[in-house]
Structure formats: structure tokens, C-alpha cells
């Protein structure tokens, strides 16, 4: 027996809007007749989709073109304002939330610190949901508007329990948090709109293949430095991650054994010679000292200007130089490991530290790289810094419901309770957010599990 072609003229309508509307989100403005020979639609199937994604507000005029002895086309592009979605950047010192119009022009933001309190749970919801009603209301825009909240996190999750994701974040405390069933509880969205968690350095690697220095490539990885270190492996186009959302933790890659120990609790991890807390750590071992008061961006800042000195008169630290070489032998190495394991053919370097220091070690990382690594794949591979800055993440998470939203061929997924995800009723709502909406709470109770506060302030499993 053949089996039943399960696809269905809703499932072709469908993939038809979500072709249209990325060719011209990507390669627009275009006219209805150079979108069929990119799309591969005939020309009636694109003139009903344009209608239908016109008639939904989508789709705007951006002009008229001279044609070869015809009439004048007009060109069509994604409607910037017909919709907008949020980006969250859970980072080492700082959660950044900020609102995009569609086109991903940014509408407003929110930073709130993380200095003192480290990765408390209730803290982090609480940021996520302050940010939230801060740039809807600073953005003048009616959450009715909002296709989804993005948010990138360190570490593995997992999906598709009643949690809905789940992170698992050894190096910061958290032992399979329910982080989307908390902000489910805790932030009121209009029916409908999601949450999308990702890993940060999946998202920032999303970000930087659309829109940044992975444009036009297959075969990339992008590194996200800050505190720690992560990498997004792209293959044929394909973010690596398998069932759980890993981003691959590179960083906990064993680059000395029994060597220094890591933030995870293991000796000899590439972050803990690469990542900024560790690098500030060696600086201070060796005898370099640190402004009073120095959280880890100013201590990179002053950890560069002892080693590059902009006044001319002044002798760089020896001492200082010394790490910053070290620092970019290890990270060249690691890059090397990703170099014979994947190669790729460019390697971009994002994150805040990265960014920071890119300009002062990016050569040195080069060689290194090229010193580790075999010759052929070292060969066609090009190693330079990200393109999209320091709000890359945030760019990225929000391309988590705006990728979403082109799959379902611009129309808002369905709700959770079609996707695996049961709603909250109000006794479990209550269980999950009453302590993460409280100012005093770090955390949530659930299902006999309580949440409690760790070692600098992380969460951490009780029960």
C-alpha cells in the first residue's frame, strides 16, 4: 500500500506565503514577476499570494521599476510596522531586552543589571518581565502587535515536557529550571504570543547568518565570548543542536588536564583560560591589579589599556601583554579544534569580551589558529569579528518567533495548547509564578521541586 500524501492544499498555501515572504524579507523589494523564478511559484500562484499577504497588511508598495517596453513595476516588500517581536538577552552582567519592529529596526530597549545578585532565577524573571512592559510602553505599541519574545540563555534545554523549555545551566547554578512555564506565569501577553528559548550563542549565531558576517555562507561557527565561552557550528546551513538545544559547549572542551578549574566544577576547560572572568583571574595571579570596584567590563577595559596604552609616553605592561597573548593562544587553539573537527569556511568571534578585545589579539588568534590546526581545512577557512555589535543576541532571539512566524507563513503559530504545551490554570500559574513575581522569591515551587538561593546567588534544586 502507498502511503497517504499527508500534505494538504492549507499545508501548500502555507509554504507558498512563508517562500514570498522570505525572498522579500531577505532579497526585497522585488516585483510580482522576478518572484516567481525565485520562488519557483507560477505567476498566478504569486499574484494570489501577494493578495493574500497584501490584504493581511504584510506586504507595502516600495516603489516602481522601468521595465524592458512594458509598464513600469511595482516593487512590494515586507510592511515593517505590520508587526513586531521582542529579543531577551539573558548575559553575564546584564539582562537586555529590546522591541523590533518587523524589519528588525529597533523600537525601544531596557538594560537591568545582574551585578550583585548573579543568575537568581526571580531576579532574571522579574528583569525579563519588567523589560517587557518597559519597551511595549516606551515603544508606543499595542502588545496585540507582538509575534513572540525571544530569549537567548546559557545552556542546554530541554523541550516538550509540561514546562514547555527547560534550562540546564551548570555553569551558572540553574538544574533544569522551567524558565518558559515562569515567564508564561509571570509576563500577561495577549493569546497567542510565545515565548521562544534558545541557547544565547545559537541565537547570536542565527543573527550573524541572516544579517551579519555569515551572510552567503554554508559552513560557519560563530563564538560568542563573555564570561564564558560558547560556539554556534553551522553545516550546510544547519545550526547544530540536536533534541536538547545545545549550542555544542565548546567551551567546556578539555584544552589541560588538571588544569585550572572551571566555573562547570571541571579542571582544564577552555573557558577557563579563555573567558573573561578567568582572564581577569590570571591577570591579578600574575601581579596586574584591578580599579576599585570593577565589574568584568571595566576590568577587560583596564586589562587593554595596560597592555595597549594610548598615550604614546607610556610603556605597555609587560605582564598584561602576557595574559592578552596567552589568552589568544588558547582561543586560537580551540578555534583550531573547530577547524579539523567542522571545516568551516569562516569563523566569526562575537560577545561582548570578544568584541572588546577582538582588536587587540585578532591577529595573534589568527596564527595561533592556523599554527593548531591541519593545513587543509585551515586553508579555506577566514577568522574575523562579528558584525552585528554588541546587541547581536538580542537581534538573534528575535529572530527565534520571527523565524516562527515565516514558517507558518506570516501568520502567528498556533497556540500552546496545539503545540504540546498545556495553558496554566491558576493553581499551577500560582505554583510556578507567585514567588517569581515577588520581590523577595528566587525562584518557584513546583510539583514538590523548590527553588532556593546558591553560592553567589544562583539557583539551585532543593527538593
Known amino acids: 500500500m502507498t502511503e497517504r500524501n499527508r500534505r494538504t492544499v492549507r499545508d501548500l498555501?502555507?509554504?507558498?506565503?512563508?517562500?514570498?515572504?522570505?525572498r522579500l524579507y531577505f532579497d526585497g523589494p522585488m516585483s510580482r514577476q522576478a518572484l516567481g523564478p525565485t520562488t519557483g511559484l507560477s505567476s498566478g500562484s504569486v499574484s494570489n499570494v501577494v493578495a493574500e499577504l497584501a490584504e493581511d497588511g504584510l506586504l507595502e508598495e516600495a516603489g516602481v521599476v522601468e521595465s524592458d517596453g512594458g509598464r513600469p513595476r511595482t516593487l512590494l516588500r515586507v510592511a515593517p510596522t505590520s508587526g513586531c517581536l521582542i529579543g531577551v538577552d539573558v548575559g553575564e552582567t546584564r539582562v537586555r531586552i529590546e522591541l523590533f519592529d518587523l524589519a528588525l529596526g529597533e523600537l525601544a530597549r531596557a538594560e537591568?543589571?545582574?551585578?550583585?545578585?548573579?543568575?537568581?532565577?526571580?531576579?532574571?524573571?522579574?528583569?525579563?518581565?519588567?523589560?517587557?512592559?518597559?519597551?511595549?510602553?516606551?515603544?508606543?505599541?499595542?502588545?496585540?502587535?507582538?509575534?513572540?519574545?525571544?530569549?537567548?540563555?546559557?545552556?542546554?534545554?530541554?523541550?516538550?515536557?509540561?514546562?514547555?523549555?527547560?534550562?540546564?545551566?551548570?555553569?551558572?547554578?540553574w538544574h533544569a529550571v522551567p524558565l518558559e512555564a515562569l515567564l508564561r506565569a509571570a509576563v500577561e501577553l495577549p493569546a497567542g504570543v510565545r515565548f521562544f528559548i534558545n541557547n544565547g550563542a545559537k541565537a547570536l549565531?542565527?543573527?550573524?547568518?541572516?544579517?551579519?558576517?555569515?551572510?552567503?555562507?554554508?559552513?560557519?561557527?560563530?563564538?560568542?565570548?563573555?564570561?564564558?565561552?560558547?560556539?554556534?557550528?553551522?553545516?550546510?546551513?544547519?545550526?547544530h543542536g540536536g533534541e536538547r538545544d545545545s549550542a555544542g559547549e565548546w567551551g567546556h572542551l578539555t584544552v589541560s588536564v588538571r588544569g585550572r578549574r572551571c566555573r562547570c566544577g571541571a579542571r582544564g576547560c577552555l573557558e577557563a583560560y579563555t573567558g573573561s572572568e578567568a582572564l581577569l583571574e590570571r591577570w591579578q595571579e600574575a601581579g596586574g591589579r584591578l580599579p576599585e570596584g570593577a565589574d568584568e567590563e571595566s576590568g577587560v577595559t583596564a586589562l587593554i589599556a595596560a597592555a595597549h596604552p594610548q598615550d604614546p609616553g607610556t610603556v605597555p605592561d609587560p605582564v598584561a601583554a602576557a595574559v592578552l597573548d596567552e589568552t589568544a593562544e588558547y582561543l586560537g587553539a580551540g578555534i583550531s579544534d573547530l577547524i579539523n573537527l567542522f571545516s568551516p569556511e569562516r569563523v566569526l568571534i562575537g560577545g561582548w569580551a570578544g568584541l572588546q578585545l577582538g582588536p587587540h589579539i585578532l591577529p595573534a588568534v589568527r596564527s595561533y589558529a592556523a599554527d593548531y590546526s591541519l593545513a587543509h581545512p585551515a586553508g579555506r577557512v577566514t577568522i574575523d569579528l562579528g558584525?552585528?555589535?554588541?546587541?547581536?543576541?538580542t537581534v538573534g532571539a528575535a529572530t527565534l518567533p520571527l523565524a516562527d512566524f515565516f514558517a507558518h507563513g506570516g501568520r502567528r503559530a498556533a497556540p500552546a495548547t496545539e503545540e504540546g504545551v498545556p495553558p496554566l490554570s491558576e493553581g499551577?500559574?500560582?505554583?510556578?509564578?507567585?514567588?517569581?513575581?515577588?520581590?523577595?522569591?528566587?525562584g518557584a515551587n513546583r510539583a514538590g521541586v523548590s527553588w532556593g538561593t546558591g553560592p553567589g546567588g544562583t539557583a539551585v534544586r532543593k527538593g
Open 387 to 393: 558584525l552585528l555589535g554588541p546587541d547581536a543576541v
Open 112 to 173: 537591568l543589571p545582574l551585578t550583585h545578585q548573579g543568575y537568581d532565577v526571580g531576579l532574571i524573571v522579574r528583569h525579563i518581565a519588567d523589560g517587557i512592559a518597559t519597551v511595549l510602553r516606551a515603544g508606543r505599541v499595542d502588545p496585540a502587535r507582538l509575534l513572540g519574545v525571544g530569549v537567548g540563555v546559557p545552556g542546554i534545554l530541554d523541550r516538550g515536557g509540561p514546562d514547555g523549555a527547560v534550562v540546564h545551566g551548570q555553569t551558572i547554578g
Open 428 to 442: 499551577r500559574r500560582s505554583a510556578l509564578g507567585s514567588r517569581a513575581q515577588r520581590a523577595g522569591g528566587p
Open 13 to 22: 498555501r502555507r509554504a507558498n506565503r512563508a517562500a514570498v515572504l522570505q
Open 205 to 239: 549565531g542565527q543573527a550573524e547568518m541572516w544579517f551579519g558576517g555569515g551572510r552567503g555562507v554554508k559552513d560557519a561557527v560563530i563564538v560568542l565570548f563573555g564570561s564564558g565561552v560558547g560556539a554556534c557550528i553551522v553545516t550546510d546551513g544547519v545550526i
